[in-house]
């Protein structure tokens, strides 16, 4: 995988609650932009992302997993998250390292309450966010009342791209609205075709609350659409992009993960209207002063620790997201919440737990260190001449306590050291 500069990086954490089809998702997105040639279908648990023994054993997520993939020249890194929210501190983690959030919802259960809490705290963070209705293709599939239901929830900013060409078994297809063309697709291959009769005044409907949420993202634009001018469909994607990087917007597309139906689209979307890199101003503290500053994607570099995974095999594993400046093997490394110089050797990216070697990254982009003696979820890594840290990441609070003692005695040393690898990997 080539190195990509940080205006052409997305970071996307894909989110959802339990059983919407989210890994099926980021896997056949894998597999739509070609980083995969295979991947795995309903409870068969060949799964790229859920490979750890107790996610195979109950077909569910439990922990963050990483995927990068290349689409039209720009890169796109995928945080997959645990639908459960008893592994809420996974999302929390996951939301810090990214950008943008992809929500994903089935169109049979609609919102769920795991989608509320992952609504909150994208608002909380002020994310920008996109959804993605999924399981079109199943029977009981219902578009429209997943959208009027997230519009109660979550207000008027939710703003549909697509709408279906059937639902259920008759599923074969989405249309563009702001295009207003469709496409069908056979085995996960589009073919543009006009928009269907029947759905051209629904069509007509949406694409005209989408002009007007574009139009809303700039004076320019809003002037021009009062006028009765019509937009071109640059100023809609240019003002529907400045909506959702504001907060104002939240743009939904749908699909099928199982049956590749809509993902390209999904694709171009990201890369459209999701925030790069450049975009990112992040707030420190200067390590020496105590003082508040800024950091730019243009400073020297910093990063953050945003995942722990202690692996058997591979030893410890760091998940960092670079803020500023770039890092290269050979470069000196400073963890500035433990006040040490890291030594490390090599950085890799992962789709799942394929390690794919990195020799340099910009700002923006995510990568694993191997094996930091020092580095914990939390802390800062920076160029040993600009120490700045950032702000931890505000996990959920434990809601349960148990005591626990060995079943032999003499053995506390090593349930302590078992706990306490535990709580390294999970904070919460």
Known sequence: MKEYSSDKIRNVAVVSHDGAGKTALVESLLLTS???????????????????????KRNVTIQLGMAPCEWHDHKVNFIDTPGYNEFH???????????????????????????VRAWDYAVELQMPRMAF????????ADFFGTIERMRELFGKGIMPLQI????????????DVAKMTAFTYKDGQPTEVAVPAHLIEKAQEIREMTVEAAAEGSDELLEKYL?????????????????MISGRVCPIMCGSATSCIGLDQVLDRMIRYMPDATKKVMTATDAETGEQCVVHVDKPLTAFVFKT??????????????FSGE????????????GVEEKWGKMVTLIGKQQIPVSAAKAGDIVVIPKLAN???????????????????????????????????????KLASAVLKVAEEDPT
Do not use: W
């Open 164 to 175: 279906p060409i059937g639902e259920g078994a008759d599923f074969e297809g989405v249309v």
């Open 309 to 322: 995974l202690l692996d058997p095999f591979a030893g410890k594993q760091s998940f960092v997201r670079i």
């Open 375 to 413: 580095a914990k979820t939390g802390d800062t890594l920076t160029a040993p001449d600009f120490k700045v840290t950032y702000d931890a990441i505000r996990f959920p609070q434990p809601l349960y306590t148990v005591a626990m003692e060995p079943v032999k005695k003499g053995e506390e040393e």
């Open 133 to 140: 209705i999924n399981k079109m293709d199943v029977d009981g």
């Open 89 to 115: 501190g996974e999302v929390r983690a996951a939301l810090r390292a990214c950008d943008g959030m992809l929500m994903v919802l089935s169109s049979t259960s609609g919102v769920e309450t795991d989608t």
């Open 327 to 338: 890092l290269k093997e050979g470069d000196r490394l400073f963890d500035v919440n433990q």
């Open 34 to 56: 070609g980083a995969v040639d295979f991947v795995g279908k309903g409870q068969d648990n060949k799964h790229i992302m859920d490979f750890e023994p107790e996610e195979i």
């Open 227 to 243: 006028e009765g001018e019509e937009l071109s469909l640059e100023e809609i994607r240019q003002g529907l992009r400045e909506g």
